[in-house]
């Protein structure tokens, strides 16, 4: 049993459901009302303009992008790291899904709906995270004073992603919270001895200095905590370490149990 697509209202805050528990300013997520159709004729003329970049009297960022099957929108609002992703119809113009980011992590269910408006796709990765990601901004903006809804645009580098490798036995749900330092702190650093040089293609361009925080996403708990400049040898050192300590701490008889 489905509603059909004139029938169904989807807005941001029904994305995200119970997640908006702990503190959050739910002012900086986009809202959009489904039933309004897409203005076709609006969407070709502006892609056409300015990189497909409209800007609303409020500031507010909508990215006009055509793709294959469908249009698409992404809407983020002023100095806000929240983008919410509308698809439509390319030949009606009609509502067809969408979701909302938090930076480069997927907060809501991910949907797609096909043209007699059944759901056809259904991708929720929160699941997986029993620590939330509003926990994840809680215990940062806590233990390290750093706010991520709020310096996003006043840091030169700051994002928020996650992952899990269900294939591999040693891996698990992790955050991993990475912000370029601050004035104060760049006059004190020094290069984390622990990473070493990532693989030569990796070595791209220059990477500011980074905090790189990585968190257990069942426990809430901070597996690893580095600052240097090498972004992918971080991630390296952080996959080889936790492999070593797992293996180290499971009988080779048995998978991991987490």
Wanted: aromatic content about 16%.
């Amino acid at each position: 049993m489905y509603l059909p697509i004139s029938r169904f209202f989807i807005y941001p805050l029904f994305f995200l459901g119970g997640l908006l528990i702990y503190a959050q300013d739910i002012s900086l997520i986009p809202t959009v009302d489904t039933l309004q159709k897409l203005d076709i004729q609006w969407f070709k003329e502006n892609r056409s303009q300015n990189n497909g970049v409209v800007y609303l009297e409020d500031s507010t960022k909508i990215k006009l992008i055509q793709q294959i099957n469908q249009f698409r929108k992404d809407i983020k609002k002023k100095d806000s790291p929240y983008v919410l992703t509308i698809l439509y119809d390319k030949s009606s113009g009609e509502y067809r899904g969408g979701g909302v980011f938090f930076y480069n992590l997927r907060i809501s269910p991910w949907k797609v709906y096909d043209e007699t408006g059944k759901l056809k796709i259904y991708k929720n990765e929160n699941q997986d995270y029993p620590f939330t990601y509003t926990q994840v901004i809680d215990k940062i903006k806590k233990d390290y004073h750093v706010d991520l809804e709020k310096e996003f645009g006043k840091r030169q580098f700051i994002d928020l992603v996650r992952g899990w490798n269900k294939d591999d036995p040693y891996d698990y749900p992790k955050y991993m919270v990475s912000y370029s330092l601050d004035n104060m702190a760049l006059k004190n650093y020094l290069p984390d001895p622990r990473v070493k040089e990532a693989p030569e293609s990796y070595n791209y361009g220059y990477n500011p200095p980074q905090r790189f925080i990585f968190i257990n996403g069942r426990s809430g708990k901070i597996e690893l905590d580095m600052t240097t400049d090498k972004y992918y040898a971080a991630q390296e050192y952080y996959k080889n370490k936790i492999q070593r300590e797992k293996i180290t701490e499971n009988s080779p008889s048995k998978l991991p149990n987490y």
